[in-house]
């Protein structure tokens, strides 16, 4: 799938994901992808079943419909149901993010979308695209009249179905090596093996019951104010249950940040699952121990038809991630996080123009020349290109030629920058500065963003990091500060300076190890100034000749004054 | 002159093989001596020529070809102890090797270390200057802030530098000239351009195979000078060639150029002792090789007589390490062997691995303080191992700890200690037919229609359950399989490949542009081939590959051309239907009259080097042949069995061994479970049928 995608969101963004589900519309086993993308694809079964009780070998189904079990409508997911001997065994389910679903504006991510409507991306609510292993061209036909760039899409299409009929293949002969009544069996006990693990994991945890919260920025004119995001959380080691309620938010709004029932449920999984261990298995057994508690009409619970979901992976699943994780921390020294980059920025926008060079062709996709700072942990920094808590750092960036080959664009800058982090014992990864702009003819980029007005916050005594932005700089040199929805047309001479953001640190900054320190300010991370004002580390010797040393007494002398 | 060498120098291991004029090849076996390398492999030839029954001084004088594998490289770059290497990039870009391409594994995992870039930031200088994507200078090269900050390297202590500026693929005037730089202030600093040592499109690879390669010089040119100067002061008067990355060998002068090449070129021999050995024994050209060692096992892949290729390499770990950026032979490598350490999770399930007991403590059965169960204690406790004669004998082993170890565990899981250690095997085994798998099933190849040829001492262990499961029909277990990657150094020709970046679309095909880049090509493999003419090589072929997508694809793939050349459209339509061919046996997928983007080219030229013949081994002769004495040994559905043992060197040819049984030879152990057959090959080797 990652070789053979077409639009960068899958080859770049590694934005797909391939899941095993049985035929009780369980998740069995999901391979390694965003957690708020993997799992949701038992709805989407569970919704095929509903919708084609006579389901049979051969065919295929698509899906994107977010309000009976997707993601967002710019995910189209493949489903293929996998039979032995004329039983269902499984379902085969390939999700992946498109460059284009035939939106009103030329981008998947419609922050301005007043309803589903407006959005205006085809919906699938699974509907059959393969009869006897062949496309129905109808269903083809009517992506490629709606879908700008289809032979990209069919591309993305060509790969999806070809992953969904490997894992169908695969798992044929896995039934037959084994046997039906073996097979059958294993499901069960591999998800009573999962349930186990998730039990003793979370009953290492302390009792606890937290509460935190963390707000969007405003997106003007549905929230000139912000979205508010609460986040309760249960964790009852006695019963081995961690429960998270997000009931107590806002209702639905005009506008395309609300989530789906998948993504709500998974942005809080994915928060409590990353402090209980990377080692556990992915699927439907470890899930029966974490309980998402959701509201209908709720902006992060289930949206109400025609409400729009365009935003539902990102933005707001950032921030259930964030704080969830964060709120660990409270609970002793070792658990948790402190908060990672919020600001998705520009430089990750949704390119789209006419290329000169090419004869004038018209070109969209979204680039991916950022950074993004990752949360400190007790042990270790955070890293420096996570991008935003539910990319989890999985994601490719571009190549500045081939971006450059592909856009008409020249890139300035790419750099990490400078006193970025949070600090801490632990200190977050740093945030990046990318420099662009068109070499000719103008380009137009969509854009929606957070972390513009909010900075990560650190824990247990780490810092926070600094806000984001996306600045115009037009021909004179002044600069043209963007708002968290960006629509922006770039002319020749002009420039897009995006700035994400570093991860918070974990811990106070003076109990870092000055060696540390020193490696920071040798490398850029953190300043001379910020070393000496911040973690009380004198640094003595020179970059000259590369003789940098820490100064032992006066460090010494520094941090008894700060401690004191 | 009469023998040849080759010399495979391991983190542990130093292999020798001797070959003779016959083509007999006999191993030699010696500790590693990392401060001087000479001495060790000086012992492992002792060795060698005792077991030809002759003097290593008359070995060494009458051998023709040496050729020589190395971890050295590998190993600086693992432990950080290359030179001190400074890199200059295009202002603006100063964290190219931080990002790499971005991307971890694990997506749950936020306490994961990352590696430092393997230059650090403190280290690297950006320049001021730019070239665009179609090679037209966007900001020249300012020259007097780069001589500045040349200079500005030397009371740093800098030993090497690496260039890589972007779109010097397209344009190398930038780094020429700060090459020359180089030169004119620090003439003693050895350094690489980007655009010499690896011209594809991507700065990230491209950068970091720079700074690999620059940060190799110092100790790579050194290190072969002295070996030279030993092997020549020992009275050898050979060609000295070593082996390299891309499964071929190299004359050490060019290789001391461009010592990347060095790196993992161990691992990257096993092939051609593959294919050699399965040629040589009528078993086809689509082969699967395996080399089971101590903590590792590796695999790779040989279809059509092809070697599978990658241009993925990464050390220190897959996208968060360092980046070879170079196309090399492609090596899956997952941490499981006799070392693997096995244990019970929070769930009750038996694992084995990552945790390796490695050679210290090692396995509990060497008695070296191990405590914790491994694969070769479970090899023990089912008595496929001989505590007696482990090592043709030249080890003893604590059966009573390796058993006391695994009860541990069984006592958890309630079952016997047999069947414990059964499970420690077939888990282990179900690592490696992952391995297997990926390589072989991601590249559109069915293992089954494959041969298994199985290399590394403990790969006998259970390469016939692996093969089954598989549905390889086949194995072939070579009676050298201690020491394949040695081996394979015989089996290989000079290999030198140059590539070239050039983007094309078959819609709109740059005849012109894409045949001066295989003319550029051409010129640098025929000056290659002209200096091996004059070392007295003869016989050349040629091979050309294009990384291509199609439209809009985002990752290239690579794949031989069938042609020499591009010159006209009938050429485009060959490359075509070969892309999509290509592309549907691995992807299963093909996009019928899809447009493809041709993004780098690549042209190999191969000087074949005489080879050992293919020996008819000399073996027992009698008809009959005796087991050596019987044991006690475990399978799965049978339970305990008296179990035959046989030692190799009294085998005759064609002679069939029925399972169970057990094959003793001096560097390997096979086990032959129940009703499966091993057979005795021509050469001596075994060819393994699993029922």
Known sequence: MLLTARSSVLGVARDFSVSIVTSEDEVLAAAEGFPIHVWGSNLQTACMRKNHPDFKEGDAYIHNDPYDGNSHAADHTLLVPVFFEGEHFFTTAVKAHQADTGNSLPTTYMAQAADVYQEGSLIFPAVKVQENYKDIDDIIRMCRRRIRVPDQWYGDFLAGIGAARIGERSLKKFVDKYGKDTVRSFVREWLDYSERRCIEAIKKLPKGKLEANQSHDPIEPWVPDGIPVNVKIDIDPDEAIVTVDLRDNIDCIDAGLNLTECTSTMAAAHGVLSCLGHDLPTNAGIMRRIKVLLRENCIVGIPKFPHSCSVATTNLTDIIVNVTQSSFAELEEGQGYAHSNYCNSAAAGVASGKDWRRGGEPYINQMFLMGGGGPASSETDGMHYLFVAVGAGLLYRDSIEIDEQRFPILVQKMQLMEDSTGHGRRRGGQGTEVVMGPRKDAIHILHVCNGLESAPIGVRGGTSSKLGENVRIDKDGKEHPSPAVMVCDLEQGELLRARDQGGGGYGPPVEREPERVLKDVENHIVSEEIARSVYGVAIAGSRKDDTLKIDFDATEELRTKMVT | ?691
């Open chain 2, 1 to 691: 002159m009469s023998y040849r060498i080759a010399v495979d120098t391991g983190g542990t291991f130093t292999d020798v093989v001797v070959a003779d004029e016959h083509g007999n090849l006999v191993v030699g076996k010696s500790l590693t001596t990392p401060n001087n390398v000479f001495s060790g492999m000086s012992s492992a030839l002792d060795n060698a020529a005792a077991n030809l029954g002759v003097e290593a001084d008359s070995i060494l004088k009458e051998t023709g070809v040496l050729t020589y594998g190395t971890t050295r490289s590998t190993n600086a770059i693992i432990t950080s102890s290359a030179a001190k290497t400074a890199l200059l990039v295009t202002k603006g870009f100063p964290d190219t090797l931080t990002y790499r391409h971005g991307g971890k594994r694990e997506p749950l995992n936020l306490k994961m270390e990352f590696p430092d870039p393997y230059i650090p930031r403190r280290l690297t200088e950006e320049i001021a200057e730019r070239i665009n994507s179609e090679g037209g200078v966007e900001s020249p090269l300012d020259v007097e802030l780069a001589s500045e900050i040349i200079q500005s390297l030397e009371p740093k202590r800098i030993e090497a530098i690496a260039v890589s500026f972007l779109w010097s693929i397209m344009n190398p005037s930038h780094e020429l000239q700060v090459g020359q730089l180089i030169e004119k202030f620090l003439p003693n600093v050895p350094y690489t351009l980007s655009h010499q040592l690896n011209p594809i499109i991507r700065e990230f690879p491209r950068t970091s195979s720079t700074a690999i390669d620059a940060s190799l010089k110092p100790l790579m040119q050194k290190h072969f000078i002295e070996l030279e100067s030993s092997l020549r002061t020992a009275g050898y008067e050979g060609e000295f060639l070593v082996s390299t990355s891309s499964g071929g060998i190299k004359h050490v002068t060019d290789v001391v150029e461009k010592p990347i090449f060095t790196v993992k070129s161990g691992p990257a021999m096993a092939p051609l002792a593959g294919i050699a050995y399965a040629e040589a024994e009528n078993l086809g050209n689509d082969i699967i090789i395996v080399d089971t060692g101590g903590t590792t096992f590796d695999v790779s892949l040989i279809r059509s007589g092809e070697i599978k290729y990658t241009r993925d390499t990464w050390l220190n770990g897959e996208w968060i390490g360092h980046n070879l950026g170079l196309s090399s032979v492609d090596i899956r490598s997952v941490g499981a062997g006799g070392g693997s350490i096995a244990w019970i999770d929070s769930g009750g399930l038996l694992r084995v691995g990552p945790d390796s007991a490695g050679a210290d403590p090692g396995p509990a059965c060497y008695g070296t303080g191990g405590n914790k169960p491994t694969v070769t204690d479970a090899a023990v406790v089912m008595g496929y191992i001989d505590p007696n004669h482990f090592l043709g004998g030249r080890m003893s082993l604590d059966t009573n700890a390796a058993a006391k170890v695994v009860e541990e565990i069984s006592d958890k899981l309630d079952m016997s200690t047999e069947e414990t250690a059964a499970g420690i095997l077939e888990i282990a085994g179900e690592q490696m037919i992952k391995a297997i798998q990926e390589i072989t099933v991601q590249d559109g190849v069915n293992p089954a229609e494959s041969i298994l040829v199985a290399g590394g001492g403990a790969a006998g262990l259970n390469i016939i359950p692996i093969a089954k499961s598989l549905g390889c029909s086949q194995v072939l277990l070579p009676k050298t399989a201690g020491a394949l990657s040695a081996c394979g150094g015989h089996y290989s020709n000079i290999v030198s490949e140059h590539s070239a970046s050039r983007y094309s679309s078959t819609e709109d095909f740059d005849f012109d542009g894409v045949s001066k880049i295989f003319s550029d090509i051409n010129a640098k493999l025929d000056a290659e081939q002209k200096s091996l003419q004059s070392r007295g090589v003869n016989s050349f072929d040629r091979e050309y590959f294009v990384e291509a997508r199609y439209l809009n694809q985002q990752w290239e793939m690579e794949f031989k051309l069938p042609m020499q050349a591009i010159e006209n459209p009938r050429d485009v339509e060959l490359l075509t239907e070969e892309f999509h061919n290509v592309h549907f046996r691995r992807y299963a997928v093909k996009e019928e009259g899809g447009t493809i983007e041709c993004i780098n080219w690549k042209g190999r030229l191969i000087a074949e080097m005489d080879k050992p013949p293919h020996a008819h081994a000399e073996l027992n002769t009698s008809s009959k042949f005796d087991a050596d004495r019987t044991v006690s040994a475990y399978f799965s559905d049978k339970g305990q069995c008296q179990t035959p043992v046989y030692v190799g060197a009294d085998l005759p040819e064609k002679s069939e061994i029925v399972g169970p049984a057990i094959i003793e030879e001096p560097t390997t152990t096979v086990v032959v479970y129940p009703d499966s057959i091993a057979q005795v090959t021509a050469g001596g080797h075994y060819l393994l049928t699993p029922k």
